[in-house]
Each structure stands twice: as C-alpha cells, then as structure tokens.
C-alpha cells in the first residue's frame, strides 16, 4: 500500500509563489511517474505536472508552463511543485498522485493512488 500525504497549499495574492510537498510511503520501490492534478469548484480534475522517477522528464499542462516547476528527490521519497506567478484561476484542490504502470500518464484514471489534496486560494 502507498499513501501519499501534501502539503503547502494555502491563501497567496495574485502573482504570489507556493511550493507543495507530496511524501510518499509504503510501497514505493515500483513508481514510474508522480503527477499533480488539481479541482475547482464544479470542475473537473485536471493535470497540471508530471515527472518520470527514472530520468527525471517533466510535463506540464499549458496553462501552468513557464510558471510551475515540477521536481523531485527520490532519497527523501517527496515530489515538489513550485508555483509562481500565480493566478486567480489557479485556485483549486491540489493533489499528488503516483502512477505505477509504464508510461507518463495526463488522465487522472491512469494514476494509481492518490493524496487527500492540499486547498490552494489565489486572490485577487
């Protein structure tokens, strides 16, 4: 079993930074990629980074590239995503997954366990 527990999130201005932790334990040994995703209020989840655990490739979703910055440390088991410049329409619950199969995944349904999420509000 693995659980995934975030950390970071809070209440920033517009064009603020935060930086979320997602620590992982348990069975972590055959991970192939850790991803964030995030929910609005009556939206759906969506992708917002990935990074592959061997080799370090990173993905971002397009509304987020250039000012989120996806990294990890595989001795300290934690995935980091810094936000900068952030923006209202970056509010939402953010959440740490962990995908165990081959391949980089950008669809929640392909990741296999999930955090509790971490709340992030950008005000204006």
């Known amino acids: 079993q693995v659980q995934l527990v975030e950390s970071g999130g809070g209440l920033v201005q517009a064009g603020g930074s935060l930086r979320l932790s997602c620590a992982a334990s348990?069975?972590?040994?055959?991970?192939?990629?850790m991803g964030w995703f995030r929910q609005a209020p009556g939206k759906e989840r969506e992708f917002v980074a990935a990074?592959?655990?061997?080799?370090?490739?990173?993905y971002y979703a397009d509304s987020v590239k250039g000012r989120f910055t996806i990294s990890g440390d595989n001795a300290k088991k934690t995935v980091y995503l810094q936000m900068n410049s952030l923006k209202p329409e970056d509010t939402a619950v953010y959440y740490c997954?962990?995908?165990?199969?081959?391949?980089?995944?950008?669809?929640?349904?392909?990741?296999?366990?999930w955090g509790q999420g971490t709340q992030v509000t950008v005000s204006s």
């Open positions: 997954a962990q995908k165990v199969n081959y391949g980089v995944g950008f669809g929640p349904t392909e990741y296999n366990y």
């Open positions: 990074i592959r655990r061997n080799g370090g490739d990173t």
């Open positions: 348990g069975r972590t040994f055959s991970v192939y990629a």
